[in-house]
């Protein structure tokens, strides 16, 4: 996840705030949370987050597309890089078309794959143009 703000001289600078924010945010509060492309599209929203637990980091969104009252959606682990919180619109945004979202590796809920498999994760993100972590 990235949250970026920027200053007067139009450098993205990390934006440190006291308490609850973007700097540190609960888990429970970013589940559920929307998904929307740069063309304000709705990709979907966040079901789980994937945390390492070597390293204790969030590494991948788990996001739902498609379906309808959960029946026939696609879930798909978009590394955590990938990610950018809007804290404007209390949502998330991805660099992604929709197209570009539905060809990618995705799974169903009952078929989860081996996120720690390393030829998966290199698959995975090489399909959004991100680097495996720590992140």
């Given at each position: 996840m990235?949250?970026?703000t920027?200053d007067t001289t139009?450098?993205?600078?990390a934006?440190?705030v006291?308490?609850p924010?973007?700097?540190?945010?609960?888990?429970?509060?970013?589940?559920g949370?929307?998904?929307?492309?740069l063309?304000?599209?709705?990709l979907g929203d966040?079901?789980?987050l994937?945390l390492?637990m070597?390293?204790?980091?969030v590494?991948y969104?788990?996001?739902?597309?498609?379906?309808?009252?959960?029946m026939g959606e696609?879930?798909?682990a978009?590394?955590?890089?990938a990610?950018?919180?809007d804290?404007?619109n209390?949502r998330?945004?991805?660099n992604?078309?929709?197209?570009r979202?539905?060809?990618?590796?995705?799974f169903?809920?009952?078929?989860w794959?081996?996120?720690?498999?390393?030829?998966?994760a290199?698959?995975?993100?090489s399909?959004?143009?991100t680097?495996s972590?720590p992140y």
């Open positions: 990235t949250y970026e920027t139009l450098m993205p600078t934006e440190i006291d308490g924010g973007p700097a540190f945010m609960s888990a429970g509060t970013l589940i949370n929307d998904v929307y492309n063309q304000d599209e709705d966040v079901k789980e994937m390492d070597r390293t204790g980091k590494t969104a788990v996001l739902s597309f498609g379906g309808f009252l959960g696609k879930l798909f978009v590394p955590w890089p990610l950018t919180l804290t404007e209390k998330f945004t991805l992604v078309s929709k197209e979202l539905a060809s990618a590796p995705g169903d809920s009952d078929n794959p081996n996120m720690a498999n390393p030829e998966w290199s698959g995975i993100h399909h959004y143009g680097t972590g």
